[in-house]
């Protein structure tokens, strides 16, 4: 189970530790402390592991990381939801282990309990804004959608590597940690905007999953910025279509994104939140550049 779950994603959540502790560093890290750095890369894997195990069953999802999803296996099922408690259970075992002795112990487990806490409000806001039975375009909004992708994707996907690489390095101040987790959220949502617009437009064999967006109803970016511009009768086509499990449907749909221009309306956000955070970065004197450059470098026009 932990080897079909945790290692066959693009695992740049938990190489960003080592790679934070050692921008923070300057590369003056010990072999124990770059130990320590993969210890934390592997809990934080385990966590998307349980994170994504889960969401395949809420999502009814078909493919995850080029494979099918777990609960599909034919001798898994729901059995699954067990198997996701377990792969959370282990990040704790794995942090016992290792960093029981060690003076960030208490932060470590404080911030895989609040990030944990966090993503968990953020799935639920998500599943909730879209629940099955009907499609209610009112509730797609802007500020809508941002809490969603704040809460489910920004705090895990980036503030907890920086944080634990922080950590890691002694960074304990409150306002070094703030000025991390507001450019984290920032770089996160970026992240999930990317991630919305490949599941329409990405190519399933590059991405490692077949795109459900449309069929599930998600208030994504892309149906957030539809709407916002839409003609009344490409309103209608979205409201006729959305949330239908059916391949006319979807392609009705990505018709009217294609119509109104997002791949471009896209690139255009890329680029300027891309150039934003860039100055952002630069412009503060808390972390050395490095420290999130190296972050925001491989995520940067992502195709997969």
Request: net charge negative; with cysteine; charged share 25%.
């Amino acid at each position: 189970m932990l080897d079909y779950n945790v290692p066959h994603g693009k695992l740049n959540r938990g190489m960003a530790v080592l790679d934070v502790l050692l921008a923070a560093r300057g590369g003056d890290v010990t072999e124990k402390e770059r130990e320590a750095a993969n210890v934390l890369g592997w809990c934080i894997e385990l966590l998307q592991a349980y994170f994504l195990v889960a969401d395949d069953i809420m999502d009814s999802s078909l493919t995850r990381r080029g494979q099918p999803c777990w609960y599909r296996q034919p001798h898994v099922g729901m059995v699954a939801i067990n198997d996701g408690i377990i792969l959370e259970s282990c990040i704790y075992r794995l942090l016992k282990l290792h960093f029981r002795a060690h003076p960030a112990y208490v932060h470590l487990l404080e911030l895989f309990h609040d990030t944990t806490h966090r993503t968990a409000h953020g799935q639920l806001l998500d599943t909730t804004t879209a629940p099955p039975g009907g499609v209610d375009l009112a509730r797609y909004t802007e500020a809508t959608y941002l809490r969603i992708v704040t809460y489910k994707t920004a705090f895990y996907t980036i503030y907890l590597p920086v944080a634990c690489g922080l950590a890691l390095a002694g960074v304990t101040d409150e306002a070094s940690l703030a000025l991390a987790e507001d450019l984290s959220v920032r770089m996160g949502c970026y992240f999930q905007i990317q991630d919305d617009v490949l599941d329409a437009f990405g190519e399933p064999e590059v991405i490692g999953k077949v795109g459900t967006d449309i069929q599930d109803s998600k208030c994504s970016w892309l149906v957030v910025r539809a709407l916002a511009v839409a003609s009344a009768e490409q309103r209608e086509a979205i409201k006729a279509n959305y949330g239908r499990d059916d391949a006319e449907a979807v392609e009705a749909v990505k018709a009217v994104y294609r119509e109104l221009d997002l791949p471009a309306a896209f690139a255009a956000y890329e680029q300027e939140s891309y150039d934003g955070l860039v100055q952002a970065i630069e412009g503060q004197d808390k972390f050395p550049p490095a420290v999130f450059m190296g972050i925001l470098a491989k995520i940067y026009k992502r195709t997969k």
